[in-house]
Every structure is written in C-alpha cells, then in structure tokens.
C-alpha cells in the first residue's frame, strides 16, 4: 500500500521545532522556511495550511 503525502514537525539541534510536507515518496516538496521555539505554534501553522490550501491562490510572477 502506498504511502500518504504528510507532514512531519521536526526538532533542531538548538530544540527549535519545523516542519517539512513530504509526498508519498517521502520527497519534501515544502518546509517551515522558520523555527519556532513553541511547538504548538509549529502545528497550529501546519493545520492553517492544511485548512485553507484549497483557497491559496497562485501568481506566476516570473514574466514569463
């Protein structure tokens, strides 16, 4: 069976928390891009992202 897309919060060495999407593939395919140092801010951006990606709107702004 194959595996789902998820998301993963993480720790850093410094004890800071992120997060990474990964495909099925377990290839991330985006991150936290920031460390938070309350792990329930960590997931309580996880969930925005999850409850609202359907409305996320996308610009090519390259030119091209």
């Not at 990474?20 to 992202?49: F, M, P």
Request: hydrophobic share 40%.
């Amino acid at each position: 069976m194959a595996r789902e897309p998820e998301f993963k919060i993480l720790k850093n060495a410094e004890g800071e928390y992120y997060w990474h999407l990964e495909t099925a593939s377990s290839r991330v395919v985006a991150w936290s891009g920031q460390a938070y140092v309350i792990k329930q801010a960590c997931v309580n951006d996880v969930y925005w992202i999850k409850d609202n990606a359907s409305q996320v709107m996308i610009y090519d702004r390259t030119g091209e």
